[in-house]
């Protein structure tokens, strides 16, 4: 469907344009008309199926550009995520001059309070940060009409639930609110319960939550060898934008020098970076400066970075759907995508776990040996000297080049190019901290019952894991926005206590399904 058949206003159609959308995907088709039409919506969408601009559109088209208050919020999980929907916002906002602000931890709440006095139209934020200004009054919702509860599961998996319910609990009962989720928990059903009115669900069937040009394998690894393994496993692939998935911070650390180390442009991001470093890192890799970006799962939450043609776990997540969540970053807009799972004997029922999860059967993958990433190595060098040479401007070299010609053979010279530009792996040796092992797993059969839902396929549906071997899970307080709050200020003791009035009032829920499904 064009998004010219969805009542959108000229400015908002030509903002779209030149974002170079074309036709609606099917989130954006059916909730852009039923946002529009005021109605409540729970939307089961996850990155990188346009959910952003399926409430940012209609948000927009919605504000009332002589009101100065605060219209419409977002609350997001992570502060990349807030920062990427701000972004959105005021992009496609930009024709009709709608101002949007993103507020999260780990940045100057002064600042944050500044800007805040140019009367955003639209606010963006993670809960804990939303939680501080409303607490010191610098935030007011009462003329808010639209909230935002993007990556819903995903606060849930953080532990945001009562932050959320505390938040909600501020906004008048005259607004509509929006939930976009990847899997529909009880808990997340008993927010749209206690918050929502009538909600429409908008379920988008499994096909098209699959991501099936990712092609994916797996290769049987002991921690002592496989970074060796995987950098070998670089050299033969040459990847152009790639993910790593280490389980914790310092297994992320390790990962990031050891490939600094042996010459490969990579860079590192947890909890534990300052914002102003993990922005700059992301902005890094989103511009091509970076060929490899490594991450916990908390750190790459939410993040939506195209031309992803890699993603390597370094370590196998404990949680299936997490597994989902990390390769649905490449193979994305018609684009091949590769997916490399390193797994330890020990470790394979996990991976039988993903796989009936999935209903996927990985390819095993045999390591490269040392010929192998050797040629690979000379044709990337090929590839160097093709672009070098094909430059203008060695006119003035010409005569030193023949003097060395004179010298040296041609074959001597070509050979001492290719060893200046190759890397030897052996002389740069790296050591990679062994991780604590993941719990055995009884059968990973009788534990898939345990998964959400009837999915099918190389998805993108994502959950997340719950780490318990080291500070880089999902319930690492450090990685928590709210543990990034610069005001000591504790929340209201009573802040749950007006939420409980909505919840008396009986609901009744809509079921939209995809009619091209």
Known sequence: MKFSELNLD????????????????????????????????????QTGTGKTAAFSLPIIQKVDMNEHHIQALVISPTRELAVQTQEEVSRLGR?????????????????????????????VGTPGRLLDHINRRTVRLDHINTIVLDEADEMLDMGFVEDIESILSHVPNEHQTLLFSATMPKAIMGIAEKFMQSPKIVKIKS??????LIDQYYIR?????RFDIMTRLFDVQNPKLALIFGRTKRRVDELTKGLQARGYKAEGIHGDLTQQKRMSVLRQFKNGELQFLVATDVAARGLDISGVTHVYNYDIPQDQDSYVHRIGRTGRAGAKGVAVTFVAPNEMSYLHAIEELTRVRMTPLKPATAKEAFHGQVQMANQTIDELVAKSGTERFEGPAQELLAKYSPEELAAALLKSLIKDANEVPVHIAPERPLPGRKSSRSNHGKSRGGYRGNGNRHGYSHDRHGNGGSRNRNDRDRN?????????SNRNSDSKRHSSNKRNFTIRKNPNA
């Open 207 to 212: 096909k098209e939550l699959t991501a099936d």
């Open 221 to 225: 690894s002991k921690e002592f060898e």
């Open 10 to 45: 000229e400015q908002l159609l030509t903002a779209i344009e030149k974002a170079g959308f074309t036709e609606a995907t099917p989130i954006q088709e059916q909730t852009i008309p039923l946002v529009l039409g005021g109605d409540d919506v729970i939307g089961q969408a």
């Open 95 to 123: 024709g009709k001059h709608v101002r949007a602000l993103a507020v999260y931890g780990g940045a100057d709440i002064g600042r944050q309070i500044r800007n805040l006095k140019d009367s955003p139209q639209v606010l």
């Open 484 to 492: 990034n709050r610069n005001s000591g200020r504790k929340h209201d």
